[in-house]
């Protein structure tokens, strides 16, 4: 429908997988991104902890392990998504 808010990515139960950062590398982000870009203010929502209020269609987030509920609110729309994050067992491996 246009002009429906809605929530591109992450999808309603995706499961990421978060390796450690090396020393030198960034954290590793996730992009959370809107269907349709939109001039109108969106507030994004993480666990019910406000993240930002942008007029752009995505925003980026530095991963941590657990379980989110993202949500976005724009005017009387709302979209909700949940997801999963965990970090990923480093094995050293001998040679």
Do not use: C
Request: charged share 20%; net charge positive.
């Amino acid at each position: 429908m246009p002009g429906s808010l809605r929530i591109l990515s992450p999808q309603n139960g995706d499961y990421f997988l978060m390796h450690s950062p090396r020393p030198g590398q960034p954290p590793q982000r996730l992009e959370f991104k809107l269907a349709q870009a939109d001039s109108r203010p969106v507030e994004w929502w993480l666990n019910g902890s406000q993240l930002s209020t942008t007029h752009t269609s995505s925003l980026f987030w530095e991963m941590r392990p657990g379980t989110w509920t993202l949500m976005v609110k724009r005017e009387d729309q709302t979209d909700t998504v949940q997801f999963e994050v965990q970090a990923a067992n480093s094995q050293q491996q001998r040679r």
